[in-house]
């Protein structure tokens, strides 16, 4: 080809020679002649100019010296030439020859020269192609606003900033502008929705939250602030009031509060509760204390043994607990009370009666002096005796006989 193309250029530079010499000679011709006689060469065209001179030229499709010899072009179209080749100036020719970039690679197709860049290399096929970049793809970035782009596994990959939502490859925005944005327990913080309970401080509750704000509380018995830090009351039995004395896992508290009974009185010796109740009261003071009553008096029994105490008074008025032995018992009410021995006479025999709870003779005491008495069916039957009258039971006398006087 290059040869071809050296064959060429010494060609022209003989015919360019050749025109120079035979120009003085063609112009005189001309003077004398114009185009008759045809001062031409071989398949020239001669055109008369101004004042009848004579132009010779080569017609088209043709080349060469037209003084001397036109020879008949390659070409005249693309038509005329291969598909790989390309009708220039009458000759077929690559259409390669020139048109494409450094580095790149070029394909004659249908007479026109098709550029590209080799595998591994990008860029303009027409001006240069050099080794591909895979980060090149990131830019211009084929991403959406508020993203990057990335290259994985050799392909451009678009997420949103950190922070931001939506679709990468449309735009991504803030999770919130404000607190409407976020959910009703949420509160939009740095574009963020976040808990709104964050709000409390250390050691605080969230009780609620209200308009995306939350209502914090600290615990029972802790001091500080909710929003900031809550703190236990105390730490030792040292740091608490006197009213509350003792430390009680970081609260102050009276350790008389629920230790005594209703309407018992409490009082503190040191950090122990001493339960009472008060002087007109009385009860258990670890249940209830309530207001005396006449039937305290006998509560608990101040009697002794198989006793009954009731409520009485004594020789002033004042009350006072009455001891008495139970019934069918007999003895001291104060100390000891001992069972007798019998409740009823069908306990005792049938010449016995039954007397403080006793069984024993019914005849003692009962009849009059010098009466005689028989017990049975547990009573004393008394008789005067023989030779006197009266009544038994108050006095018997001798009887007295007077004569009886005869009247005829």
Not at 98 to 110: K, L, M
Not at 349 to 372: L, V
Request: proline letters at 9%; charged letters at 15%; one cysteine or more.
């Amino acid at each position: 080809m290059m040869e071809q193309r050296q064959r060429g250029l010494l060609a022209l530079a003989f015919m360019v020679l050749a025109i120079a010499v035979a120009l003085p000679q063609l112009a005189i011709a001309a003077q004398s002649y114009g185009c008759s006689g045809n001062p031409c060469g071989v398949n020239a065209v001669c055109q008369e100019a101004a004042g009848g001179r004579p132009v010779c030229s080569c017609p088209p499709g043709y080349s060469g010296n037209p003084l001397t010899h036109c020879n008949r072009g390659e070409c005249l179209d693309n038509v005329d030439c291969r598909g790989d080749l390309q009708c220039k100036d009458n000759r077929c020719v690559n259409p390669c020859v020139g048109a494409c970039g450094i580095g790149s690679n070029c394909d004659a197709r249908n007479h026109v020269a098709v550029c590209s860049c080799p595998a591994g290399y990008n860029g303009d096929p027409y001006h240069a192609c050099h080794l591909n970049d895979p980060e090149e793809q990131c830019h211009p970035s084929p991403c959406g606003v508020n993203t990057k782009c990335e290259i994985i596994n050799g392909v451009p990959t678009c997420s949103c900033h950190h922070g931001f939502l939506g679709n990468p490859l449309s735009g991504c925005r803030h999770e919130c502008e404000h607190d409407g944005d976020c959910s009703s327990r949420d509160m939009c913080s740095n574009f963020k929705c976040v808990p709104s309970c964050g709000q409390c401080g250390s050691g605080a509750s969230c009780k609620t939250v209200a308009n995306h704000r939350a209502v914090c509380e600290c615990p029972k018995g802790y001091i500080g602030s909710a929003y900031t830090e809550c703190r236990p009351e105390c730490y030792g039995d040292v740091d608490c009031p006197s009213g509350r004395p003792a430390c009680f896992y970081g609260i102050c508290k009276n350790t008389c509060e629920g230790a005594c009974g209703v309407g018992a009185d409490c009082n503190l010796r040191g950090l122990t509760p001493v339960c009472s109740c008060p002087r007109d009261m009385t009860g258990d003071p670890f249940v209830r204390c309530r207001p005396f009553t006449k039937e305290d008096l006998c509560d608990p029994n101040p009697c002794g043994t198989n006793t009954i105490c009731v409520p009485g008074h004594d020789n002033t008025g004042r009350e006072r607990p009455v001891c008495n032995c139970l019934p069918g018992h007999t003895g001291n009410p104060l100390t000891h009370c001992t069972r007798g021995e019998c409740l009823s006479n069908n306990e005792c025999p049938d010449h016995r009666a039954c007397i403080n709870y006793q069984c024993i003779d019914p005849c003692i005491g009962k009849c009059a002096t010098g009466a005689s008495c028989e017990p049975k069916a547990h009573l004393a039957v008394c008789r005067c005796p023989p030779g006197q009258s009266g009544d038994a039971l108050v006095s018997c006398r001798q009887t007295r006989t007077f004569p009886v006087a005869k009247y005829h």
